[in-house]
């Protein structure tokens, strides 16, 4: 991929089409100034993100299709002769704070027994000092400047649209920045920015820091992450009435970090367990390469054609990724022959290891709380999504000609998008009743096809819908879920909770200073 860099704008026109951001960047340049008596020197933002399709399946390292959206973090920023970094935020529920930083250039410590809003950044700058002691050679340790930090967020916390790697990449983004770095690949800040959220004790893929890194107006993006990380962006195509996409927020509150445990980390640890289950049954070895250095469902596809077939590692060609998938499905079927879970010792004997071994590789690494190990449903839903995203992708660039019913794009989008929420619910068991009950409201009022999005248990769902349709839809909703579910919500909650954007430009730094109103 070439190596793109993060831009650097002037003009907010640069940055938002949909909502004039003016006076948000004038509260900002304000709220600086209250805290701090200064302008601030630089503003990095990057954006949330919304997936259309290839959920859970990239620490498998298959590719996914999101897009960056218009809401962001913004971070201003000043550097400051103090060592330390004063963060604030312009949104009262986040208390300032302030990290001292060490002369001898030791990294910032996020400590994930009392986490704060303020971890995010911190992780955003170990991630980025590592890269400027990386990038310093033998002259390390660097000893980062300090800042001065206000932070501003349109993305719902906690909601699946990745607010989490939005502020991650532009704390890395500014931290570089302060310290001299002022030009970054696209691909530099969305590696450093993949691996930070462990620090927090998420073992999370590179959807979210690749979609809002890469994010480009207009556009989605398929991400791939094998052979290498590559970001494609394309078009919607021309559809009549105009393709759409409705976001929409079930309000229930999905912390990814504290539920880890049970869900987030446990389905990273699922998956990498039924790919070794899998690589044992048919005598492959597969890289350790997933997050909790083990091997993967990819891993394990590369190695079991690489035997069969002589094939070379998939190169991301459609009918031959479709075919590899659909008989990686029937080796899960196959193989996976107790259908309502493993117990541990039943996982480990189908791994040929002892008790003791199984625990140390795959329940040691992070903190996982279950009563089965659900490896079946995992393994199929990862590859049958795999393919999913595939069959996306081709109507995507290949729309059907025929409008007719029977096949028109939205049918054939929307099944897709229907097939992965049925698989997200029974398979993986990342849905919850307030986002079955979103998507089946949405499916009665318009909508295509409608999926959860994200991480899932809570947050958001996107909705397939003519534009013409549209409005329909979001008043159903309006009056059949969020008044129903939330008696005396006010309209301004529920015009938030239906998230309006269009897809966005990626990470960026804004040099324009304050802007006239
Ligand atoms: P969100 O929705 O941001 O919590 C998480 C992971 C993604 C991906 C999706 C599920 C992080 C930062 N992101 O997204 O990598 O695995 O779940 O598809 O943990």
Not at 151 to 172: E, H, K, Q, R, Y
Not at 423 to 428: G, P, V
Not at 505 to 512: D, F, P, Q
Request: hydrophobic share 40%; charged share 20%; net charge negative.
């Amino acid at each position: 991929m070439a190596d793109e860099l993060v831009p650097e704008v002037s003009s907010l026109d640069d940055i938002y089409s949909s909502v004039d951001q003016r006076e948000r960047y004038a509260a900002i340049f304000d709220s600086f100034a209250s805290k701090y008596n200064a302008e601030p020197e630089f503003l990095s933002r990057s954006p949330g993100r919304v997936n259309l399709i290839g959920e859970h399946i990239d620490y498998c390292y298959f590719s996914v299709l999101p897009m960056a959206i218009e809401s962001d973090i913004v971070i201003a920023v000043r550097k400051n002769n103090d060592a330390c970094l004063r963060l604030a935020n312009t949104d009262a529920r986040f208390p300032p704070t302030t990290v001292p930083l060490s002369a001898s250039g030791a990294f910032v410590v996020v400590d994930k027994a009392d986490s704060s809003w303020a971890d995010y950044f911190k992780c955003g700058h170990l991630v980025a000092h590592e890269f400027l002691n990386s990038a310093a050679g033998p002259a390390a340790p660097v000893v980062p400047l300090g800042m001065d930090i206000v932070v501003d967020g349109t993305v719902p916390a906690a909601s699946g649209l990745s607010s989490s790697a939005a502020f991650i990449c532009a704390a890395a983004l500014a931290t570089l920045r302060v310290n001299g770095v002022t030009s970054v690949s696209k691909q530099e800040l969305t590696a450093m920015a993949i691996v930070s959220e462990r620090h927090l004790g998420v073992f999370s893929g590179g959807m979210d820091q690749s979609a809002s890194v890469y994010g480009k107006p207009d556009h989605a993006l398929y991400v791939q992450f094998k052979p290498e990380l590559r970001c494609t962006p394309f078009k919607f195509p021309a559809a009549q009435p105009p393709l759409s996409f409705v976001i929409a927020n079930s309000l229930v509150h999905a912390n990814k970090h504290d539920t880890a445990p049970t869900n987030y980390n446990l389905r990273v640890v699922e998956v990498s367990l039924a790919a070794e289950i899998l690589a044992h049954k048919y005598a492959v070895v597969i890289p350790q390469d997933s997050g909790i250095g083990t091997g993967t469902l990819r891993g394990f596809m590369e190695a079991y054609f690489a035997k069969k077939e002589g094939a070379l590692p998939w190169d991301g060609d459609v009918d031959e990724g479709s075919r590899r998938l659909t008989e990686m499905a029937e080796l899960v079927r196959q193989t996976f022959t107790i259908k309502d879970g493993y117990t541990k010792e039943q996982a480990a004997a189908a791994l040929g290891v002892s008790d003791a071994d199984l625990h140390q590789k795959f329940l040691a690494k992070t903190p996982v709380r279950f009563s089965k190990l659900q490896l079946y449903g995992r393994a199929l839903h990862v590859y049958e999504e795999a393919g999913r995203v595939l069959k996306y992708l081709t109507t995507m660039l290949h729309p059907p000609s025929s409008p007719s019913s029977s096949d028109s794009i939205f049918t054939s989008l929307g099944s897709l998008m229907d097939q992965s929420h049925a698989s997200l619910d029974t398979l993986f068991d990342s849905s919850c009743p307030e986002l079955n009950t979103l998507c089946s409201i949405a499916r009665a009022n318009g909508s295509a096809g409608s999926r959860v999005t994200g991480a899932g248990w809570g947050g958001c769902t996107v909705h397939l819908v003519p534009l013409d349709k549209a409005e329909k839809l979001n008043a159903a909703l309006r009056e059949q879920y969020y008044k129903v579910r939330f008696p005396g919500i006010s309209d301004e909650d529920i015009e938030q909770a239906l998230v309006v954007s269009k897809p966005g430009i990626g990470s960026l730094v804004y040099t324009g200073g304050r802007p006239q109103i």
